[in-house]
């Protein structure tokens, strides 16, 4: 037994150093021309690029729960202080469904590929929520107290500790602006997507979820606290694809952002869920591709614009 425990220290004590340099990387402290932090899922991770929209860098990253994106902001708040004005959180009607985004949390498959991206970022309240994962102890035992676990699959952390200008590509949960020009709109493959988002497996309705409306709005205080402007974007979708949305999460929607508006003046909404866009620039039903993207990027240039706001 002592000589595992000796086996196991130099492992333990690498990866928390590791981890300290990841969390603490030049690549979470940005550069003075930036002001604005695009934040979200793959809607705005493939549709919302920062070099048109300048002065902006993009950390959304595909399946990102809204509760995750939560953690990764105020980690990014919190090294920035008073240089960040504005957060673009993306924001449509999957993101308050219960099925699809707590699954994220704490279904056995998606949990593990979210903890493995995001459990750095939690603090003692978000490990607490996540406790409910079979997931759990693992990257608790790997991650708060070292032990080393399928090290075999996670070896991008050490090279924090061999070069501290390591890319931005191997930050656990960092994301990034991507696109491509795929383009397939089969209904078949619209109706699979809004039963993931939308339905149980017996083909129920999921509602709507308490604690990722919750996680909205520790969102919109940690705006209002550091007194950064937010905008909520709903980004395009197909029109096979809205039509199949419930009504009934729409609706908690729009109720949603009536109550946000009311609750902080510096909130602004940017939907354009219904934008009427050749079909050539989706993905699929829920996702623009490369045309796509810069023609919204463009678009939400100029909204900003509206608002006198500084590129």
């Known amino acids: 037994m002592g000589l595992i425990i000796l086996c196991i220290i130099p492992f333990s004590v690498a990866t928390k150093l590791s981890l300290h340099d990841m969390l603490y990387s ?23 690029d920062p070099d048109i929209l300048s002065k902006s860098i993009n950390i959304s990253s595909s399946g990102e729960s809204v509760f995750y994106t939560y953690y990764k902001l105020k980690h990014f708040l919190t090294l920035n202080k008073g240089r960040v004005r504005k957060i673009v959180l993306a924001l449509s009607y999957h993101n308050i469904s219960k099925k699809y985004q707590e699954d994220y949390l704490y279904a056995d498959e998606k949990s593990d590929f979210s903890l493995k991206e995001y459990y750095i ?4 309240e978000g490990k607490n929520e996540i406790k409910k994962s079979n997931n759990y102890i693992k990257y608790m035992l790997k991650y708060d107290l070292g032990i080393p676990i399928r090290e075999y699959k996670d070896y991008d952390k050490y090279k924090f500790l061999l070069n501290k200008n390591s890319s931005k590509n191997n930050i656990k949960g960092y994301g990034g602006f991507r696109s491509g020009f795929e383009s397939d709109l089969s209904i078949q493959r619209i109706k699979n997507k809004i039963n993931t988002y939308f339905y149980n497996e017996d083909g129920k309705y999921t509602a709507t979820s308490d604690l990722i ?5 520790k969102i919109i205080a940690l705006c209002k606290n550091n007194n950064i402007k937010i905008y909520i974007y709903n980004s395009p979708l197909h029109k096979d694809f809205y039509s199949l949305v419930p009504e009934n999460i729409i609706n908690k929607y729009n109720n949603l952002i009536v109550s946000f508006k009311k609750k902080y003046n510096n909130l602004i909404v940017y939907d354009v869920s219904r934008k009427p866009l050749k079909d050539s620039y989706f993905k699929d039903g829920d996702h623009l591709n490369k045309l796509g993207s810069v023609v919204i990027s463009q678009d939400f240039l100029k909204f900003f614009n509206n608002f006198n706001l500084e590129r």
């Open 121 to 124: 970022y939690l603090d003692k």
């Open 213 to 217: 409306i919750e996680y909205i709005w």
């Open 26 to 48: 030049y690549s979470f402290i940005l550069t003075p021309n930036i002001n604005t932090i695009i934040a979200g899922d793959s809607h705005s991770e493939v549709s919302l």
